[in-house]
């Protein structure tokens, strides 16, 4: 969709252009405003920021012609983002949240948080900016200050050691009378084309389903589960892109996107989890599918005044659910225990989603559901149903 270039003295007007014509479409030219003065300062201003060793400075090319700007500060803490404009006429292309999307992959894999400043008057980059998932911790000025962690808090939450203990072949979600039907069904559902599967994880269900003759690709937040993925199949095979399944792109059109084992409920905000099938439809040829399987909640389960639900109580574990209600959201205590009186517990947060719900997130995103089943083989969905499989089409044209 672009290219960035590192700015050369010779742009320096074409910046002073793109950053005058963005603001003043905006309607945020101050009155009074002195151009000629503005714009050579802001010159003299690209020309030192260019010479600076502490940021790089970006030409936007759209089409092989300029388009925009970006300056970017990179430090052992965080990766800064310290301007980007766009010149109207290619804005509202999806341009500047590619730029973005691909600025949180970077942070993802660096391991460092992603921070700008906004100006409280621009309520439209406000708005981008919420979007993507960026929190305000602090203001400077008559600028808000924002940070995208999410790639921090996700690779603490997956981290090498759970990477290592998460497969278990042959046994719970590995065990083969599940992976075989999800594979076969997620194969037909491929009819013949490519698949992609958010949070791609360690390959559960990936590897298997490259194996069945499905190409496969994925996007995946947490570099320790790409790294265990990566013991079992090659980027060249299975190719990832690091990042934020509501957000990131990867190449290609596919026939199929697939969400397995209530993943999609790791998003935490009703509007991360509506852009996440946005981003699925991106990604689809028309009349491709995205296929979510998801838990259905427990809350009737709930006993008056107590807020959380005993999943599983087996030897060696425990499984808790701790419940808020008001903002649907979850946490899941896991207790893994042997001899002895000492225990491990994994905590992981979830937002809990109705099975309406999730149909009115995907006619937002232009699908229609075309089936919904109790599990991969086919089984009826009933009210008493723990959790479906549901298949959701993207009009033809």
Same mark, same amino acid.
């Given at each position: ?66 388009? =925009? @700007?970006?300056? /970017? ?5 965080? +990766?800064?983002?310290? &301007? %980007?404009? #766009? ?115 360690? =390959? @559960?269900?990936? /590897? ?5 003759? +499905?190409?496969?690709? &994925? %996007?995946? #937040? ?115 225990? =042997? ?59």
């Amino acid at each position: 969709m672009y290219r960035l270039r590192p700015a050369t003295a010779s742009d320096a007007g074409f910046l002073a252009d793109v950053t005058i014509s963005a603001t003043r479409a905006q309607g945020r030219l101050a009155d009074g405003f002195d151009e000629a003065a503005w714009r050579a300062g802001f010159v003299e201003w690209t020309l030192e920021s260019i010479e600076d060793p502490g940021t790089e400075l970006y030409v936007v090319d759209v089409d092989e012609r300029p388009a =925009g @700007r970006l300056r /970017v500060s990179r430090t052992p803490e965080a +990766v800064e983002l310290n &301007g %980007i404009q #766009l010149h109207p006429d290619i804005q509202n292309r999806g341009i500047g949240t590619a730029i973005i999307t691909d600025l949180e992959s970077e942070a993802v894999r660096r391991g460092v948080p992603l921070q700008l400043n906004v100006e409280r008057d621009n309520p439209n980059a406000r708005r981008l900016y919420d979007r993507l998932g960026f929190v305000k911790v602090s203001e400077d000025g008559a600028q808000d200050v924002l940070r995208w962690t999410k790639g921090v808090e996700q690779n603490q939450l997956w981290n090498a050691d759970v990477a290592a203990r998460y497969d278990t072949p042959d046994t719970g979600m590995f065990a083969d009378d599940v992976i075989r039907p999800t594979v076969a069904r997620l194969a037909e559902l491929a009819a013949g084309g490519r698949a992609l599967e958010f949070a791609i994880g360690t =390959g @559960r269900v990936a /590897v298997p389903l490259a194996g069945h003759g +499905v190409p496969v690709s &994925g %996007i995946e #937040l947490s570099t320790a589960m790409l790294d265990q993925l990566r013991t079992k199949a090659s980027a060249e095979s299975i190719p990832v892109e690091v990042g934020d399944m509501a957000t990131t792109r990867t190449p290609g059109e596919f026939t199929l996107v697939y969400l397995v084992f209530n993943t999609i409920s790791n998003l935490l905000t009703q509007e991360e989890q509506v852009a996440c099938f946005r981003n699925a439809a991106r990604h689809l040829s028309p009349g491709g599918r995205f296929v979510i399987e998801l838990w259905v909640p427990e809350l009737r389960r709930l006993p008056p005044g107590i807020p959380a639900t005993v999943g599983v109580a087996d030897p060696g574990y425990i499984l808790l659910d701790t419940y808020d209600v008001l903002q649907q959201h979850v946490v899941s205590h896991h207790f893994h225990f =042997g001899e002895g009186t000492e225990a491990h517990l994994g905590r992981t947060p979830h937002r809990y989603i109705w099975p309406a719900e999730l149909d009115l997130m995907a006619q937002l995103a232009g699908f229609t559901r075309e089936s919904r089943h109790a599990d991969w083989s086919g089984t009826p969905f009933t009210a008493d149903s723990p959790s479906h499989v549901s298949v959701y089409r993207l009009a033809d044209a």
